[in-house]
């Protein structure tokens, strides 16, 4: 009797993975963390006919507004979208990620997350994916194409994507922080050279979290020097056609126009600045970005 019921559940549990995805929240167990999305689909489509993987930014969540206006925009243009949440070292996560929770993730840890969503979409039979990232997850996106890629990724777009150089990145840790950076680093990456990856820091403090208790692996992986978090520096590795978005009132990455010259050839890569969006394009902002997506995708303009 209890083999049957092993066998019974065993046939269940394959037959919900034959079973063809529906729009609503989606969940994979990859490793130890379990994965979440939401999917929509637009009207009469199924994920055979493509998707848009959407990467949100820094400690945000698939349902903020910049992601939720643009999947309903997109859904109302026929594209079907997956906004995953980045589990940033917690299972199961939803909403902004936790200023008390304890910082372990990494900033490359979306790249493996990203992995495993293009693998699920691969399972579910999953027509071309179009990688989409906003802001810290526009260089995430990127740096998946760029240094992982994956046969379902047809085109990369990026929405106001992070820019980065050493003096900016200081600059604004003593400004969030109340310190300079360049010590704590020194300790951080001492103990992870140590193989102490784990240990907290004694001052706390990461990104937008000013107390945040914060693993010394965590912290060196966000304030290295790094050239590859300057987005714009990495698009020449990048093998599928991208667009890039920029907008002109963004306070975030105002930079991006000026590192973008000379990147964008019209062709294998595009720049498109959307007049008098900032770094959220809420509102009609959104109808513009879908609109640049839409022509894009199919190869118009």
Excluded at 216 to 245: N, Q
Aim: glycine share 8%.
């Amino acid at each position: 009797m209890r083999l049957f019921r092993l066998s019974a559940l065993c046939l269940v549990a394959c037959l919900a993975a034959a079973l063809p995805a529906v729009a609503g929240e989606v969940r994979i167990k990859p490793r130890s963390l379990t994965l979440n999305a939401h999917l929509d689909l637009a009207p009469g489509k199924t994920l055979k006919d493509g998707v848009v993987l959407m990467v949100h930014g820094t400690l945000a969540h698939n349902d903020m507004e910049t992601l939720k206006t643009l999947r309903s925009v997109l859904n109302d243009r026929g594209l079907n979208t997956l906004a995953v949440n980045l589990s940033l070292g917690v299972d199961d996560r939803h909403g902004m990620y936790d200023c008390k929770t304890p910082h372990i993730h990494k900033h490359t840890d979306a790249l493996d997350e990203i992995g495993a969503w293009l693998e699920w979409l691969k399972g579910q039979s999953a027509g071309p994916v179009i990688l989409f990232g906003h802001s810290r997850g526009g260089n995430q996106s990127a740096r998946f194409a760029a240094e992982r890629g994956h046969a379902l990724i047809e085109k990369l777009v990026l929405l106001a994507p992070a820019t980065w150089d050493a003096a900016k990145a200081a600059k604004g840790f003593e400004k969030a922080h109340g310190r300079p950076l360049a010590p704590d680093f020194r300790t951080a990456a001492a103990l992870v050279k140590a193989g102490k990856g784990a240990a907290l820091l004694a001052k706390p403090g990461l990104l937008y979290c000013p107390s945040a208790k914060v693993s010394a692996a965590s912290f060196e992986s966000y304030y290295r020097a790094d050239p590859r978090f300057d987005t714009p520096s990495i698009l020449g590795e990048v093998k599928v056609p991208a667009l890039v978005m920029a907008g002109s009132n963004d306070a975030v990455v105002a930079d991006l126009p000026e590192k973008m010259a000379g990147k964008a050839d019209g062709e294998r890569v595009r720049f498109k600045v959307i007049d008098g969006a900032d770094h959220f394009f809420l509102d009609l902002y959104a109808e513009d970005v879908a609109d640049a997506m839409q022509a894009f995708i199919a190869g118009e303009g």
